[in-house]
Structures are given as C-alpha cells and as structure tokens.
C-alpha cells in the first residue's frame, strides 16, 4: 500500500515537474518578440484565451519587454530559475554515494562497513551493560583515512547516574572501538516520562 | 564454454564467502553486488578485470547477529580466497580483495 502510494507520488510529482518545465518553455518562446506580435506574451495570452488577464497585466508585460528596473529583476529572476534547474537536475541525476567507514587500507584492498552495520553492533553492545535500557548509536565516518566517529546514546533507569552509564557503556565498546579506530563518546540519560523504551 | 579466469576467481570468492562464518553474501538493495555467470549470477561478489590480466575482487557482505569483530572475518575471507585461487592456479591473477560490511542481519535471515 505504501509503496504504491510512494509510486503515485512520485509519478504525480513527475508529471507536475513536466507541466512546469512546458509552461517554462512557452513563457522562454513567447518572450522571444514583443508588443502583438506573434512570439509576443499578448498573442500567447491570445491563443490561451486569457485575453481578461492580458488586459490586466499588459501594462506590467510592456515594462517587461522595454529596458528597465522590472526587466532588470524579470532578467535575474530568469538567471536564478536556471540555476535551481541545474541544481535540481544534479540533485535527481547524480547518485549518491554512501561514505563508508574505512577498516583498514592497505595494497590487499579496502575492509570497510557500511554506518548502519558498526552502529548497530554498537548499541547491541551498550546495550548489554547493566542498567541500560536502551541504546542509539549514531557513526561518522572520517573524511580520510580509518575510521570515525561514534556517538552512543544510553537510556538508563533513575537509580543510577549518568556518568556512572557511559562509563560502563564505553568499556563495553572499548573492543569495537580499538577494533575499528573508532573515537566514541557515550551520554548516558533518563528518558523523559511517557517516552518511549525499545 | 570455459568460464573466464574473472568469473572463476568470482566463483572462489562466493565459495568462501559460503564457507566463513558470521557473514552471508548481500547484492544490496538494487541488486548491482553481484557477477554474471552463465544463466545465474554469483551473488555479494564483483569481480574487476585489471588492466594487468589481474581480477579485483569486492567482497559485498552482511555480518551475522552476533556481529563477529569484523576486520577478522575480513582477514578470514581473503586469506581463504588467496589459498582456494592459489589451489585453483589463479594466484597470480587475484588482484586486491576489498571486503565491505552492510548490514547486522538475523541468522537466517535473506538478503
């Protein structure tokens, strides 16, 4: 069910993006001339039979052909429109790459783990210290070179204190850590009333 | 037809990858991780034909709940793929052995 929902929204979505993309393309056309003739936006508003909204805005479509401060802005407004295509584009066009986190680099070849995989081992681990009741364990991985960042996330009970959590959290983590040169940071924490526990 | 020395040294890596314990072969989520090989394709594994005549072989693979320490059963799986490709006459052709981890994945459970 979500799936084909998720699929009429992106074909919906699609289809709003190629209406838009048309009426660009006319607006870029019918600019072409000015005044009535036929590459003109008075006979494009003719041939949509918008002649109401042409007698309304024809005044504001002159000082958009002459020179001048509306031109001027129309022109940037044009530029920026470009721009955020473009944008657009590579953002839809180019694939992204998950950054993985680097185990170790040497001429054998790369040994490497994907964020979720470490992050999950890792709020399996603290979660296995005493007083924790849940963990979250979030990796970033370095831009060069092995290894990353983690950041563990303890929920633990009122009767025991923060630090007390992290410090027994981080031993636990310690193996993984050296293991996959891991630089880790542990709050521990009470979680709020009516909040929810894994 | 014989299959290339590519698709051989690939068959090794599934074969080891079959063989180590706590990890199982992933092709990802669209299914790219993988190598043809007649009517079938050899899963978790893409082997890279080299400009040198060697074959680079990515090793694409989920750890098994327990999560084993991982830069060990890296060392498993390319030590057991250089022993099998060497057994095979393919030594000198195995080129880099990259070994990346996806994902914690419950013991039985499918790619």
Same mark, same amino acid.
């Given at each position: 069910?979500?799936?084909?929902?998720?699929?009429?929204?992106?074909?919906?979505?699609?289809?709003?993006?190629?209406?838009?993309?048309?009426?660009?393309?006319?607006?870029?056309?019918?600019?072409?001339?000015?005044?009535?003739?036929?590459?003109?936006?008075?006979?494009?508003?003719?041939?949509?039979?918008?002649?109401?909204?042409?007698?309304?805005?024809?005044?504001?479509?002159?000082?958009?052909?002459?020179?001048?401060?509306?031109?001027?802005?129309?022109?940037?407004?044009?530029?920026?429109?470009?721009?955020?295509?473009?944008?657009?584009?590579?953002?839809?066009?180019?694939?992204?790459?998950?950054?993985?986190?680097?185990?170790?680099?040497?001429?054998?070849?790369?040994?490497?783990?994907?964020?979720?995989?470490?992050?999950?081992?890792?709020?399996?681990?603290?979660?296995?210290?005493?007083?924790?009741?849940?963990?979250?364990?979030?990796?970033?991985?370095?831009?060069?070179?092995?290894?990353?960042?983690?950041?563990?996330?303890?929920?633990?009970?009122?009767?025991?204190?923060?630090?007390?959590?992290?410090?027994?959290?981080?031993?636990?983590?310690?193996?993984?850590?050296?293991?996959?040169?891991?630089?880790?940071?542990?709050?521990?924490?009470?979680?709020?009333?009516?909040?929810?526990?894994? | 037809?014989?299959?290339?020395?590519?698709?051989?040294?690939?068959?090794?890596?599934?074969?080891?990858?079959?063989?180590?314990?706590?990890?199982?072969?992933?092709?990802?989520?669209?299914?790219?991780? =993988?190598?043809?090989? !007649?009517? #079938?394709?050899? %899963?978790?594994? &893409?082997?890279?034909?080299?400009?040198?005549?060697?074959? +680079?072989?990515?090793?694409?693979?989920?750890?098994?709940?327990?999560?084993?320490?991982?830069?060990?059963?890296?060392?498993?799986?390319?030590?057991?793929?250089?022993?099998?490709?060497? =057994?095979?006459?393919? !030594?000198? #052709?195995?080129? %880099?052995?990259? &070994?990346?981890?996806?994902?914690?994945?419950?013991?039985? +459970?499918?790619?």
């Amino acid at each position: 069910m979500v799936a084909a929902l998720r699929t009429l929204a992106g074909l919906i979505g699609f289809l709003l993006l190629v209406i838009l993309a048309l009426a660009g393309l006319a607006a870029a056309v019918f600019s072409l001339q000015g005044g009535e003739e036929t590459l003109s936006y008075h006979n494009l508003a003719h041939l949509l039979h918008l002649d109401d909204l042409d007698a309304e805005l024809g005044a504001w479509l002159s000082a958009l052909e002459a020179d001048g401060p509306t031109a001027a802005i129309a022109a940037l407004a044009g530029a920026g429109a470009v721009v955020l295509g473009i944008a657009l584009l590579v953002g839809a066009l180019v694939p992204t790459r998950e950054r993985l986190i680097i185990l170790r680099r040497d001429q054998r070849g790369d040994v490497a783990a994907r964020r979720r995989a470490v992050g999950q081992a890792a709020a399996a681990l603290a979660e296995q210290s005493r007083d924790v009741m849940s963990a979250k364990a979030k990796v970033r991985p370095r831009r060069r070179g092995a290894g990353g960042n983690l950041r563990v996330t303890a929920n633990h009970a009122r009767t025991v204190g923060n630090r007390e959590v992290a410090a027994a959290v981080r031993e636990r983590l310690d193996a993984l850590a050296d293991a996959l040169s891991l630089h880790v940071r542990v709050r521990g924490r009470v979680p709020r009333r009516g909040g929810r526990v894994r | 037809m014989p299959a290339t020395e590519r698709v051989r040294l690939a068959r090794l890596a599934e074969e080891a990858v079959a063989a180590t314990k706590g990890v199982a072969a992933s092709v990802g989520r669209t299914g790219v991780w =993988a190598t043809p090989d !007649g009517g #079938r394709t050899i %899963p978790g594994v &893409v082997a890279i034909a080299l400009p040198q005549g060697r074959v +680079e072989i990515a090793l694409h693979v989920d750890a098994i709940w327990p999560p084993p320490p991982l830069t060990r059963v890296a060392d498993t799986l390319r030590d057991r793929l250089v022993r099998s490709a060497q =057994a095979a006459g393919l !030594g000198d #052709r195995l080129g %880099p052995v990259a &070994v990346s981890f996806h994902d914690v994945r419950a013991p039985g +459970e499918g790619a």
